[in-house]
């Protein structure tokens, strides 16, 4: 994700908070997107489970 994205981002996630959201709801935010965010990476370089081997150990 380029510089220009991620700022761009932020300003969209700043725009949707309400006025009461606090730093915890903003970093709440930026954590959740970072973790979708590797999550896509893993799965674009093949660094995943596949679902059957995950159905196999459980």
């Given amino acids: 994700m380029n510089t220009n994205t991620i700022k761009s ?6 725009e949707r908070l309400p ?3 606090s730093y915890d709801d ?3 935010e930026l ?7 590797d999550g896509k ?3 674009d370089e093949g660094k995943v489970i596949p679902h059957s081997e995950v159905k196999r150990r459980y």
Avoid at 9 to 14: Q, V
Avoid at 31 to 37: G, M
């Fill in 9 to 14: 981002e932020l300003h969209a996630i700043a």
């Fill in 19 to 21: 006025n009461e959201a």
């Fill in 26 to 28: 903003a970093m709440y």
């Fill in 31 to 37: 954590y959740v997107r970072k973790k979708i965010a």
């Fill in 41 to 43: 990476k893993a799965a």
